[in-house]
């Protein structure tokens, strides 16, 4: 079994700028609550990085298991939701600006 470790550096600039852009505390993202906020970390960290799911789930404190799903939900909100995808695009260019 290979070790992954994750990459918090990365992870705290995502969450800033999901708390920039959402209006939100970070603690909102990182609790054990599950919040929209912290679905859009989970979606955006599993399309940016190649972390299993198991180091996600562990990251952010839900199972991995339910990973995947989130995924399909906020794919299914960027198609649906007006607006959404607009937010998503400025959370990836915030992250390339730090």
Do not use: H
Not at 4 to 31: H, M, N, P, Q, T
Not at 47 to 61: E, H, L, W
Request: hydrophobic letters at 45%; proline letters at 2%.
């Amino acid at each position: 079994m290979k070790t992954v470790a994750f990459d918090d550096e990365y992870a705290e600039k995502l969450e800033l700028a999901i708390s920039l852009e959402f209006g939100c505390e970070r603690s909102e993202i990182v609790r054990l609550r599950d919040s929209l906020v912290k679905k859009v970390a989970v979606f955006i960290i599993s399309k940016t990085k190649n972390y299993s799911t198991r180091v996600i789930g562990a990251y952010y404190q839900i199972s991995w298991l339910y990973v995947p799903a989130v995924v399909k939900e906020i794919e299914w909100m960027l198609k649906v939701v007006p607006g959404f995808e607009i937010k998503i695009k400025n959370v990836y260019e915030k992250i390339l600006d730090y």
